[in-house]
């Protein structure tokens, strides 16, 4: 979530269920350092010992305008948030990764993640980038751990990100983050051990 208040109520939520102990640790993608991630995985390793799974799914879309004309600070932005943060925190999380007997770390795509398009500046090089890390880290986990890497591109979901990119959409025909959630649990779960 990225309110205090969201992440508030899933704490709730899974105490009510009798689920484990949850930990609330707000961080900014935008600003954190290497070294706040660092701190969060010291906290979980505190707290938990180990991690067994990790997504990352934030984003931003930035503006969509050429290149030519594409504003730097905007497109620093959406680089820090959209590729250098879900680096700075899976690198963090790998040895709690590695404690775990079955890790998973899942990317999410995006349908400009595979072919470049017009005027979708840094969100689409940032997205191409975020395939090209999923896929390193794959290869370099395979062997060597316990932790399988993957990447989902959830296709047109009804998020506000969709609304902003395609206003003239109707989101009633998209999916909602509810209904792709099969696919994330699948991943995040042992049913898909071996998948990489």
């Known amino acids: 979530g990225r309110t205090t208040k969201k992440l508030e109520t899933v704490y709730d939520e899974i105490e009510e269920a009798g689920g484990p102990q949850p930990a609330i640790f707000p961080i900014n993608m935008e600003g954190a350092t290497p070294h706040d991630y660092e701190a969060l995985a010291a906290t ?17 879309l930035g503006v969509r305008t050429p290149i030519e004309g594409y504003d730097p600070t905007i497109w620093e932005q959406v680089i820090q948030v959209n590729l250098n943060a879900q680096f700075y925190l899976t690198q963090a999380m790998i040895p709690l990764l590695r404690q775990s007997e079955d890790a998973s770390v899942i990317f ?45 591109n959830p296709g047109a979901t009804r998020t506000t990100m969709r609304a902003a990119a395609y206003p003239g959409e109707n989101p009633n025909t998209l999916a909602t983050p509810e209904e792709i959630m099969p696919l994330y649990l699948y991943l995040m779960g042992k049913d898909s051990k071996g998948t990489n």
Do not use: H, P
């Open 108 to 152: 999410t795509g995006s349908g400009v993640s595979q072919v470049g398009k017009a005027y979708w500046g840094a969100y689409c090089v940032s997205k191409f980038a975020t395939e090209g890390l999923m896929q390193v880290l794959a290869d370099e986990l395979e062997s060597t751990s316990n932790i399988r890497v993957n990447s989902i």
């Open 44 to 60: 979980i390793e505190t707290e938990f010992g180990k991690l067994d799974g990790l997504l990352n799914n934030a984003g931003l």
